[in-house]
């Protein structure tokens, strides 16, 4: 490893370097200089062989956590594939957009917005405890649509669902039990296993034009059930409890034991030097944490002066994921391709098939890159190609509105395909990795659930906005999303730090270090551990010349 230079007058004792680190002026070069010595994410690498049966208990995690995220997806395709159908339409009473298609998608959301300060509970009764309850609670809301006889019960249902999908804490528990090496891949697989259940559940709604009854749409929406029925039979059986919470809990020698189980090709060495290392960084950051309030009905942390920047980059990130015009292409798939003369059934269904087939390819795709491009990088191109896709969208439904030319129809629609592959590849794995990597351990529980808050109000404000706005201004929707995803792209730039090739913890100090920007300490610190793996990389030639 290369040596560390200190500044002149400054020797290599911790008492000196504890000196300096309270120096303002001088505080960022000494943390850099402290962090580029861990070398965590390569003794991750060497401890974990891919051929072992560690991978292979990595994988059931995988296949319980994402079906989380699968039946989430199939909630997405049910509500816009049912859109389709007459038959639901008649029998509640309402169009294929407006206010009570716009409440329908809203009170979603609203759950969603109430459900997820209860996330903070898996403080409390552990992170598979609160995701047990959320899958419940979906399964409840499930049977409650799928048997509805007015619009009233339909809504409750709806409520309901989005409450018990606001309490899964899924993503934060893939963030936490993934090796630090695969922390980016597995939890882009995971958020890849959305598509999995809407490209499932988009397949079978073309077979359910075929039924001539209410059942076309009430077998949809009972299977909405399927997959947290799967996840509340496992969970406890195939999936460890996080590290984190057991060690925030004091069963160190329990999370010492999950952590050689899940991380080492061993798998029960709890003297293993990555289990030290994992276990010595959760401690560290329990211990040096200075905002305490472990309460987990407290959020007043979140105000105080060394959090308000992590709350500012989080409220900030979640509307992004709201606000970047996904929703149109998600929920309101229907009227925007009526905008452009498609109206039957079975292509709008057709369309949606291959759109989250596309989508699903593509994420699965960006869950292999994120750990090969910056974080930053990958934002910034995701925005830029939304808006350069966005104004294309517009400009050729303009023209269809003035010559209904199928040609210009056909692009509207390519452009939205193409969107689909930007939106996948650069920013969905996203969506699950950089609200986990904001947050220190002991904030993480109560802001997934702030996080995932924001994103029900936001979305509240989406789903009624796209509703009655595309019923009355049509195309032009696309606007709107083009001037916020500018307005983000600048945000973005100026405030969100870079948390690529850091440790959970580590990204504790960006935002902890005062007197120095997180932004600029982030970018810093990137460019430190740069430096230092070309040094290593110099190092052996030097010393065999």
Sequence with gaps: MATRTYPEGLGHTESNIDDYKHSEALIEEVVIARLTEEDLFALSQESLRFKSWTSFRL????????????????????????????????????????????????????????????????????????????????????????????IAMFMVGRFLLGFGSGMMSSAQYMGEVAPAHLRGRLVGLFGACFQVGSLLMNGAMIGFTKIDSNWCWRIPVLLEALFPAIVCCTIYFITPESPRYLILKGQ??????????????????????????????????????????????????????GVRYRLLVLVLYSIFQQWNGGGIIGQYLVPALETVGIDKS???????????????????????????????????????????????????????????????????????????????????????????????????????????????????????????????????????????????????????????????EEIDVVFQTPGVKPVKMSLDIQKAKEAEARLAVQEPAHVST
């Design 59 to 150: 994988g059931l995690i995988m296949f319980v956590q994402g079906c989380n995220q699968a039946g989430y997806g199939i909630d997405w395709a049910v509500i816009s594939g049912i859109n389709a159908f007459d038959q639901w339409h008649d029998y509640l009473g309402f169009g294929t957009s407006g206010v009570i298609y716009g409440t329908l998608n809203a009170l979603m959301t609203i759950g969603s917005f109430c459900g997820s300060p209860f996330l903070a509970l898996s403080d409390v009764i552990g992170r598979r405890g609160v995701n047990f309850l959320g899958n419940a609670i979906v399964i409840v809301a499930a049977i409650l649509q799928g048997c509805s006889t007015n």
């Design 346 to 504: 079975i292509d709008q269904l057709g369309i949606n098939f291959g759109l989250t087939a596309t989508y699903f390819v593509f994420t699965v795709a960006g869950s292999i890159i994120i750990d090969k491009f910056k974080r930053r990088t990958l934002i910034f191109a995701g925005l830029i190609s939304f808006i350069i896709l966005q104004t294309a969208a517009t400009i050729t439904s303009w023209q269809f509105s003035k010559t209904e030319s199928s040609a210009t129809a056909a692009l509207t629609v390519t452009w939205i395909f193409l969107f689909q592959v930007c939106s996948s590849l650069l920013i969905a794995t996203m969506h699950n990795l950089y609200p986990v990597e904001l947050l220190a351990l002991t904030l993480r529980a109560k802001g997934m659930g702030l996080y995932g808050l924001i994103q029900g109000a936001a979305g509240t404000v989406q789903n009624y906005g796209i509703s009655v706005g595309i019923q009355k201004i049509g195309y032009k929707i696309w606007c709107v999303y083009i001037v916020y995803n500018a307005i983000q792209l600048v945000l973005s730039y100026f405030i969100f730090p870079e948390t690529y090739g850091l440790s959970l």
């Design 252 to 305: 160190k020698e329990e999370a010492k034991r999950v952590i050689a189980r899940y991380h080492t090709t061993e798998g029960d060495n709890i003297d293993h030097p990555l289990v030290h290392a994992v276990t010595q960084q959760i401690e560290e950051s329990i211990e040096n944490d200075q905002n305490g309030h472990q309460k987990s009905w407290d959020y007043r942390v979140f105000f105080t002066k």
